[in-house]
């Protein structure tokens, strides 16, 4: 036991036998970085609203977080991945609006 002991996910990962419970690990470690990486590229962009020169770059933080988020809602249909977004993106209709989706069609 060092000073300071970091966990270690893999190790968690291998001690699981059962597979539902490996899906359910996997599905929360996949929300964690998709909520973070949301919530900081939003953040980052409303925090560089009015900045001179970086400011141009606010909008476009937004729009790549709304993007993200929008495609997690459409995408998951069998609920496997929980979002936890700032409450000001979750309920922008308007801004969600402005994302086009348009689902590809593979033969």
Not at 30 to 39: D, F, P, V
Not at 74 to 89: G, M, N, W
Request: proline fraction near 4%; aromatic fraction near 12%.
């Amino acid at each position: 036991m060092g000073l300071i002991d970091f966990p270690d996910p893999v190790t968690w990962f291998e001690e699981v036998k059962d597979e539902n419970e490996k899906r359910a690990l996997i599905g929360l470690a996949t929300s964690l970085a998709y909520s973070q990486y949301i919530t900081f590229f939003y953040e980052l962009g409303k925090s560089l609203e009015g900045k001179r020169f970086v400011g141009l770059l606010s909008p476009a933080f937004i729009k790549m977080a709304a993007a993200t988020y929008k495609m997690l809602l459409l995408q998951d249909s069998q609920k496997l991945i929980y979002t936890a977004v700032p409450a000001e993106l979750a309920g922008d209709v308007k801004l969600l609006d402005t994302i086009h989706y348009e689902k590809e069609q593979h033969k």
